[in-house]
DNA sequence: ATCTGGGTAAACACAATATGAAGAAATCGT
DNA sequence: ACGATTTCTTCATATTGTGTTTACCCAGAT
């Protein structure tokens, strides 16, 4: 699967140049202008990689970046902070507020290209994390892949995690199949209506029967 | 609260340019630089107002527009079109996909500024009147299908969830037969004459008898 | 008394899911 | 590159909950 960057920046220019830089590399680019809607568009897509610049109206990267790790579904993202260069005190106070590197700009691609590499390998790696967010004896860490249920963890297949994911990110709320098909399978892919039945069934084997409740005629829900 | 605007361009010095014009104007703006980043934001920020640029690489205006169009949290937005003047076709072709207006680009900020208050006068008349507050205890939330009744949350039938759903959209009002009818069943399906009472029936059983009121010979309101 | 319009419980029909199995399609190990 | 294994999807059939109708009730108006 593609790596997703999310980049935050408000100079449209600096998005355009990294941005192309890293989708030639292969990334999954998603941009921003400013920090509001970084935060809105890193919930939705749930990158692997902030980019945040620091200096930015309104809403500055330190304070996006302390937003993005009280998110529960985001505080284990790797967030790199971009600024000009000599504000030296940034770099201080951006890995304070919880960044995991510091880039100047202006930069070079090939530098930044190998600094972007570098922190998606080091996420990579099964970071520890026990990560106790758990909702109906289930808890999800997303970067590890991994469920734990009742103490349990277990690996489940792409597709299953990944519906799970779906479903658990919001417990009690219906998703339509609708819904469940674009989050999961894609917008342009086109499987059968049973295909998501049969997957429930498999996570209601292997988590309990009554985690997921059917509305019929609208779609599925987590929980309650 | 600040009205939301998203703003889906290919080039990012439009963006930066409208974007800027709109954050003095003091709207709180989201901005994408492609359309499938413009859909998925819509769905994330529920925004007033979109203004979708026609011309973009890999999906256009046009298909931004159905798709939002189709989409039923979002079918309701305003959606304004950007272009290039002169493709007058586009105007045609971007009303009929259900655009609410046109815009010639490029087009100097004062113009969209009154375009944009007007648009989204328009809008605050008709509807837009999302989330969660609550009405003679009842409130709803369409985006998880779920009503919270006395601070339960409970999950409806659909039919029994679109019946409510419409009663309570305006409390007081009484709808009629007919009415309901078109609107939760549609004009085309026959049902007999009992069908909608015995869905009245359900819900008084399930949210208190006197919430509905019968109003002989017109129809049901919701509440007083 | 009769008529009109709605209330209600129970029966019914059917579209929507559940489910097992089996056929594709990835993925893995060698 | 190959078969072995797992995962994903489709299919056919059973099952179920919802939506609808039915049949009969009651109340108020005529």
Redesign the interface.
């Known amino acids: 699967m593609k790596k997703k960057v999310l980049l935050v920046d408000d100079e449209?220019?600096i998005?355009?140049l990294i941005?192309y830089n890293l989708q030639m590399e292969g990334y999954e680019v998603?941009?921003?202008?400013?920090g509001?809607?970084g935060i809105?568009?890193a919930?939705?897509?749930n990158p692997d990689l902030i980019i945040l610049d620091v200096m930015m109206p309104?809403m500055d990267g330190m304070e996006v970046c302390s937003i993005i790790r009280a998110d529960d579904n985001l505080k284990d993202t790797t967030i790199a902070f971009l600024t000009a260069r000599n504000e030296d005190y940034s770099q201080v106070a951006g890995l304070e507020a919880g960044g995991d590197d510091y880039i100047a700009k202006p930069v070079k691609p090939k530098v930044l290209m190998s600094r972007v590499k570098a922190l998606l390998r080091r996420s990579n790696r099964t970071e520890s994390k026990p990560h106790q967010n758990e909702r109906f004896g289930v808890s999800i860490d997303r970067k590890r892949f991994s469920v734990i249920y009742n103490g349990q963890e277990l690996t489940l297949p792409k597709k299953e995690f990944e519906l799970l994911n779906l479903l658990w990110s919001?417990p009690?709320?219906?998703f339509?199949r609708e819904n469940i098909l674009s989050e999961v399978w894609g917008?342009d892919v086109v499987v059968g209506d049973r295909t998501i039945d049969v997957h429930i069934r498999k996570l209601r084997s292997k988590l309990g029967e009554d985690l997921f409740?059917t509305?019929?005629?609208?779609?599925y829900?987590f929980g309650?």
Chains 1, 2 share one sequence.
């Open positions: 449209p220019d998005l355009e941005g998603h941009t921003a202008l400013n509001q809607a809105d568009l919930r939705e897509v309104e919001e009690g709320r219906v339509t917008n409740v509305v019929k005629g609208v779609g829900k309650s």
